[in-house]
C-alpha cells in the first residue's frame, strides 16, 4: 500500500501514447521491443524499437542493459543512465524478478530526474519473457523514497501515463547576499507538470528573484533565456546581451556562480556553458574569464554562522 501511495504520488511521467506495453507480441510486425529514454528535456520518456540478437532471458536482459546505458540513435534524446552511475551487477531469482544492483553515485539521483531513470529501466526490462518485477539496489541494498520507505517489486503498470499530472519538486537556488559579493543558498518548492525542463525553471526562478530577506538578485532585468540544452553533464545556457549588463551592488562573479551553482544543483550536471544570443563571449563586464565551461564555486558560498 505505501508502495502504490508513493507511485501515485509521481504521477508527472508524460509517456506518449505510442510506446508499446507489456510483454512483446510475438505476431506483431516490426520490431518485439522497444528501449526507453528521456526526451531532450529530462521531462519524459520517449522509446526506440530494438531488435535483439538474443532470445533467452539472461540474453536479454544483458543486452537491454547495454542498450540503457548508451546514448539512443535519436540525437535528441538522452540515455536513460548517466554516465556518472554505474552498474555493479544484476540477478535473476526464483520469484521471475530481475535485480539490479548500482554504485552509491544512484543514490545522488533526486526527485523527477530519478523517477525517469527508474522508469525507464523498469518499463524496458519487463518486456522480456519471464521477467515480471524490477528490485533496484544501491550498494546491495533496496532502493528507498524520500520517506525512508522501501521500493521493492516494480512493475511497468507502477509508472502511470498520464498528461495533465503535476508533482511538487524542490529547487537549490543561490542569490547574492546582502554585500552583493557571496551567494546564499535556499529552496523553493515548484508544482512541475512535466511541461518545460527543470533547468529552464531553475533560470526562471534565477530572473524572477528571491523571495527572502536579506538576499540580492544576481540577474539583471530584461534578461531572456533562449535556449538551454545539456549533453555529457554540461548544461550550455543561451541568454541575450542583458545578462552582460551589471546589477548594481553584485559582482560579476556573484551573478555568473548564482546560474552555475543553481544549475549543478540537479544531478548529472557538472558543469554550465554560457552563450550570448548564440555566441561566445570571451569576457564576462571585462571582468571575468567567459569562454570556457564552469565549475561549481564552493568558496563564493557564504558560510552559515
Excluded: H, W
Excluded at 59 to 64: G, H, I, K, Q, Y
Excluded at 79 to 99: C, G, H, M, Q, W
Excluded at 209 to 220: F, L, S
Amino acid at each position: 500500500m505505501k508502495k502504490l501511495l508513493f507511485i501515485l504520488l509521481i504521477l508527472m511521467l508524460l509517456i506518449p501514447a505510442g510506446c508499446s506495453k507489456g510483454k512483446p507480441d510475438e505476431d506483431s510486425g516490426g520490431s518485439k521491443y522497444s528501449v526507453y529514454y528521456l526526451d531532450s528535456k529530462t521531462s519524459a520518456l520517449v522509446s526506440e524499437s530494438y531488435n535483439p540478437s538474443g532470445t533467452g532471458k539472461e540474453e536479454l536482459a544483458r543486452e537491454f542493459i547495454d542498450m540503457l546505458q548508451k546514448d539512443p540513435e535519436n540525437v535528441v534524446y538522452r540515455k536513460a543512465l548517466p554516465d556518472n552511475v554505474k552498474i555493479i551487477e544484476y540477478s535473476f531469482s526464483e520469484d521471475d524478478r530481475l535485480t539490479i544492483n548500482f554504485d552509491a553515485s544512484y543514490g545522488e539521483l533526486k526527485g523527477i530526474p530519478e523517477v525517469l531513470v527508474r522508469a525507464a529501466f523498469v518499463k524496458t526490462l519487463s518486456q522480456i519473457p519471464g521477467v515480471e518485477y524490477i528490485t533496484f539496489n544501491i550498494n546491495g541494498q533496496p532502493l528507498t523514497d524520500s520517506n525512508g520507505e522501501l521500493i521493492i517489486l516494480m512493475t511497468d503498470e507502477d509508472f502511470i501515463e498520464s498528461t495533465g499530472a503535476k508533482t511538487n519538486y524542490k529547487l537549490i537556488l543561490y542569490f547574492a547576499n546582502e554585500d552583493g559579493n557571496k551567494l546564499k543558498e535556499t529552496s523553493t518548492g515548484i508544482v512541475y507538470s512535466g511541461t518545460g525542463s527543470i533547468e529552464e525553471m531553475v533560470i526562471s526562478q534565477l530572473i524572477n528573484g528571491p523571495t527572502k530577506i536579506g538576499m540580492r538578485a544576481t540577474i539583471p532585468d530584461g534578461t531572456t533565456l533562449l535556449n538551454l540544452t545539456v549533453k555529457e553533464g554540461i548544461c550550455q545556457v543561451d541568454f541575450n546581451e542583458k545578462l552582460l549588463e551589471a546589477v548594481p551592488e553584485v559582482t560579476p562573479e556573484a551573478t555568473v556562480y548564482s546560474i552555475v551553482n543553481s544549475l549543478t544543483e540537479i544531478p548529472n550536471i557538472n558543469k554550465v556553458q554560457f552563450l550570448i544570443n548564440g555566441a561566445v563571449v570571451d569576457t564576462f563586464r571585462d571582468a571575468l574569464p567567459f569562454s570556457g565551461p564552469f565549475e561549481r564555486n564552493l568558496d563564493i558560498i557564504e558560510t552559515r554562522q
